[in-house]
């Protein structure tokens, strides 16, 4: 009736529908977004980049609030990307290959119609500009997608490194907030996974203040082997929307797209049938105390 459905799997893929879905709009070809009894969404195209050799970009400040310079920064991202990349599929790994364009000096999220775009990894020491109501956002991945397609243009990270300090150690008794934890998890929606039932998964919901999601449990592997299915041919280049640009693609007064909240929400500015889709990653609870 809306689409094809999703397969059987535990792990969900981040779909295009409309959350304002109406029975008027079914004239329309709209899809609504319809939770199945895994809490995926059961109908739509699946988001997916047009190409297995994705790029991606640090904002060059990086965090002083959390003591992570840019060098850090990309080293940790860098290894995230490994994580899924190198991921085993049975044997082999997936079909997917991810390049470094470099550092960039925007500081915004959007996505440029006639200009240079890069998908940016940044961080909010000074404010987090989003409102949630479901606990306290550590990061949000924004993706700006074609709604009938399903295909992904670009992709923005933002970490919340001002209502949370991000660590980086590896001793436990140490750490508030793993970065490399949360940088694995929001990779796993830039990649085109939505969030997961499955609570030990990488791709929960719900971030629990340790190193644990720093790794790939069976969910997050059979979702990334299933976008990204091995033994398929790599790109040979990994090309960004209307060309790679390390500044801002507008003025500073201008903030372009608007940043959505979920499916279906259009994009100021955006060409019809484009829409950015934001996840979020919620700290539910604190670690446990360390130990003197």
Same mark, same amino acid.
């Given at each position: 009736?809306?689409? =094809? ?93 991810? =390049? ?193």
């Amino acid at each position: 009736m809306f689409g =094809q459905s999703r397969s059987a799997d535990a792990f969900c893929r981040s779909r295009s529908c409309d959350d304002d879905w109406t029975v008027s709009d079914a004239t329309y070809f709209k899809i609504p977004c319809v939770k199945d009894d895994q809490d995926c969404q059961a109908f739509g195209p699946p988001l997916h980049w047009p190409t297995n050799c994705l790029s991606f970009s640090v904002q060059s400040d990086g965090s002083t609030n959390s003591a992570i310079d840019l060098e850090l920064a990309e080293a940790v991202i860098e290894a995230a990307f490994e994580t899924w990349a190198l991921a085993d599929c049975g044997g082999e790994t997936p079909s997917l290959s991810v =390049q470094n364009r470099g550092n960039v000096e925007c500081r915004r999220v959007e996505y440029n119609q006639d200009e240079g775009n890069a998908n940016i990894f940044l961080f909010r020491d000074d404010a987090w500009p989003h409102k949630s109501n479901i606990g306290h956002q550590l990061a949000l991945t924004t993706t700006t997608y074609n709604v009938e397609t399903g295909e992904i243009l670009d992709s923005d990270v933002e970490f919340n490194t001002h209502g949370a300090t991000f660590t980086t150690t590896d001793d436990e008794d140490f750490v508030q907030v793993d970065f490399a934890s949360v940088a694995t998890h929001e990779i796993g929606h830039f990649l085109g996974l939505s969030h997961t039932n499955q609570y030990m998964a990488t791709m929960t919901a719900y971030m629990h203040g340790t190193t644990w999601m720093r790794t790939l449990e069976p969910d997050d592997v059979a979702g990334v082997c299933a976008i990204y299915p091995p033994g398929e041919p790599l790109s040979s280049s990994c090309p960004v929307r209307h060309g790679f640009s390390e500044k801002c693609g507008r003025p500073a007064e201008d903030e372009g797209c608007a940043i959505g909240t979920g499916r279906g929400r259009s994009a100021t500015g955006a060409a019809p049938g484009l829409v950015l889709f934001a996840l979020s990653l919620v700290l539910r609870r604190v670690r446990r105390a360390r130990r003197r």
